[in-house]
């Protein structure tokens, strides 16, 4: 017998994880799909960044936010799979979406709300042989934890926003913070620009670029990196304790299902709908970064709208007589007995 679910998520990035917590609170039953072996979506490139921009939320770090944000979707007990690609999407003479993925599995939904965000984010890669081998000790293309630039010299290889940001975050952690970049000038934000070309902890190395890799005696570690500037090769630094490559990101947003499902796309990416989370194929929803309207706002807290109005389309779409928004949480039965834990540990903690 197939098991047939209300809604559907594709996407585990922060607005696939809203959608499956305001899903359950709308009673319905509930699985998400998630490409990558962790949830959390593009936050997890930035779990050292603070974020300040959430409403009622103290700044928190991303790895924290992640954390709370997971714990929150699976309030209501959805069915969560992960690492587990989407590859086609069809709908049959019921109007019963057959969603089959990688493993050959096919999945039953009445709805679907799409929230792949930016895709399957993968960080390009340092073309250099043999590079791939320093990936577990000194080369990073995501930075999970501080802790380890505590007082090294670290090289970061890019001149964008993501390289920047992460010089500027170590100036006041690591001993000296090298920054080589192939162009002549950054490409990132003024201000964090003026901030490392004005400090003496931050060495700038424009037209420059990374040839080679020299490992020390036991082969487990990057030594030193052997620079290109100016068209002449250089040993320019030795020893370098931690390379950090900020090249950008490649992206798989497995859209070739879009064209089979008759979804219409805005750039050639993002699928374009409205404010309510409608896209151009009718039982098919979107929130975050891949829905595009007028009006759309680009920031984390726009996920979080645009998960209710996905979901709230989607019960409408299930059941025609449902309310079209649910029931605020101050008032909702479903939190009655949480909330009653909650007071409860409260008063012990004021005691």
């Given at each position: 017998m197939r098991d047939v679910y209300d809604v559907t998520i594709v996407g585990g990035g922060p607005a696939g994880l809203y959608s499956a917590f305001y899903s359950g609170l709308r009673n319905m039953k509930t699985k998400l799909i998630e490409s990558q072996k962790e949830l959390g979506g593009k936050v997890l490139l930035f779990q050292e960044k603070m974020i300040w921009d959430v409403g009622g939320q103290p700044p928190i770090l991303g790895s924290q936010f992640v954390k709370q944000i997971i714990s929150q979707?699976?309030?209501?007990?959805p069915t969560i799979i992960t690492n587990t690609k989407v590859d086609f999407i069809?709908?049959?003479?019921?109007?019963?979406?057959?969603?089959?993925?990688?493993?050959?599995?096919?999945?039953?939904?009445?709805?679907?709300?799409?929230?792949?965000?930016g895709g399957i984010i993968n960080p390009q890669k340092l073309e250099i042989d043999g590079a791939e081998k320093y990936e577990m000790s000194n080369l990073h293309y995501t930075i999970p934890s501080l802790k380890p630039?505590?007082?090294?010299?670290?090289?970061?290889?890019g001149g964008g926003n993501g390289a920047i940001d992460w010089a500027v975050e170590l100036l006041d952690i690591a001993e000296e913070v090298i920054v080589a970049y192939r162009k002549d000038q950054f490409s990132a934000h003024e201000a964090q620009t003026a901030r490392i070309l004005a400090d003496s902890k931050a060495k700038v190395l424009f037209n420059t670029s990374i040839e080679r890799l020299i490992p020390n005696k036991e082969k487990t570690l990057i030594q030193q990196a052997v620079l290109k500037q100016d068209g002449k090769e250089e040993s320019l630094l030795q020893p370098v304790d931690h390379i950090i490559v900020c090249h950008g990101y490649n992206r798989d947003a497995s859209l070739g299902f879009a064209e089979n499902i008759n979804l219409s796309l805005k750039d050639n990416y993002y699928y374009e709908g409205t404010s309510k989370g409608h896209t151009s194929q009718e039982g098919i929803y979107a929130a975050g970064d891949i829905l595009s309207f007028d009006g759309k706002v680009n920031l984390l807290v726009g996920a979080f709208q645009d998960a209710v109005n996905a979901v709230n389309s989607a019960k409408k779409y299930i059941e025609p007589t449902a309310e079209s928004i649910g029931i605020v949480s101050s008032h909702n039965e479903k939190f009655k007995k949480q909330n009653k834990q909650i007071i409860r540990q409260i008063l012990v903690e004021q005691k």
């Open positions: 979707a699976k309030t209501f007990d069809e709908k049959d003479d019921t109007n019963l979406f057959i969603i089959t993925t990688n493993d050959g599995v096919k999945h039953y939904s009445k709805s679907i709300i799409m929230a792949v965000g630039f505590q007082q090294k010299r670290v090289l970061i290889s």
